[in-house]
């Protein structure tokens, strides 16, 4: 069977980048647009885990653990945002808040 | 062995990604977040990335989930409207992506051409303890600021989600 090498683990990183920014520019419901950059996120942790395990450095993971420290950071506001939206505009679809609309 | 598991986990983890996208309702979306969160762990633990794997596991499939489950239901969002379409959104959009992947995969590949083979256990530099001895040492600074950051969202979240007092 061929093996896996480290071109396949960033060929899946790949696809979930494409899949993630698809998400982000097609839906409209915007909590589905921050899980959508959840996926943007761990696709670069693929790619971190993956570059430190073919350099044999631990490296990458320290920073595969900042990037997770800043997802949560980023959807805890986030959602903060989202929640202080909903009381001012009754909604969370991305197409109907046009505050800043003229 | 560890093509099967390769093959297998990543698989369920585009699969649920795909299906996180296409779901109308955002419930939805979000058990399939959890899908890709807990077959990544997997896939870090064959790179051997041990405490990552359990720290991918412990805050994105527990906290983030538990965070993101907690404001559907407050939002009370239900299944999303479909909009109007542009047609030329939908025949130019997928393909642009798919030649995006492919530019991306080519690049990538002429970089990284024959690379050995990425096998089980292979690397076990990704314990806990090697994780904390960089993360203490070399990189404590990074790490001390990431610790304010996380501070300052904790401040802002609850500033921003509290409820105004006249």
């Not at chain 1, 097609?26 to 942790?45: C, D, F, G, P, Q």
């Not at chain 1, 971190?48 to 450095?57: I, K």
């Not at chain 2, 058990?31 to 633990?45: D, K, R, T």
Request: with cysteine; proline share 3%; aromatic share 8%.
């Amino acid at each position: 069977m061929h093996p896996v090498t480290l071109y396949h683990y960033v060929a899946l990183s790949a696809i979930l980048l494409v899949i993630g920014v698809f998400g982000v520019l097609t839906r409209r419901n915007l909590v589905v647009i921050l899980m959508s950059i959840e996926i943007i996120l761990n696709a670069v942790n693929i790619n971190l885990v993956t570059f430190s395990r073919h350099y044999q450095h631990v490296t990458g993971q320290v920073f595969a653990i900042f990037i997770i420290a800043v997802a949560v950071a980023e959807a805890a506001v986030g959602l903060g945002i989202l929640i202080a939206l909903f009381r001012n505009q009754e909604t969370v679809q991305a197409d109907e808040v046009n505050l800043l609309k003229w | 062995m560890d093509v099967i598991l390769f093959l297998v986990f990543s698989a369920i983890a585009v699969a649920c990604a795909l299906n996180l996208v296409v779901q109308r309702h955002p419930i939805s979306s979000a058990i399939s977040l959890v899908g890709v969160m807990a077959s990544l762990a997997i896939l870090y633990l064959l790179l051997g990335g041990e405490f990552i794997a359990m720290a991918q596991m412990i805050v994105y499939a527990g906290a983030i989930m538990v965070l993101f489950v907690f404001t559907i239901m407050l939002l009370n969002a239900g299944a999303e409207k479909r909009g109007v379409k542009r047609p030329w959104a939908v025949y130019l959009g997928i393909p642009l992506l798919t030649g995006l992947l492919g530019i991306i995969s080519f690049l990538v590949q002429g970089q990284v051409q024959g690379s050995p083979p990425v096998i089980l256990g292979g690397f076990t530099g990704g314990a806990a303890g090697d994780v904390g001895r960089a993360l203490f040492t070399r990189y404590v600074l990074p790490f001390e600021v990431v610790s304010v950051l996380v501070l300052i969202a904790i401040l802002g979240a609850m500033v921003l989600a509290r409820k105004e007092i006249e």
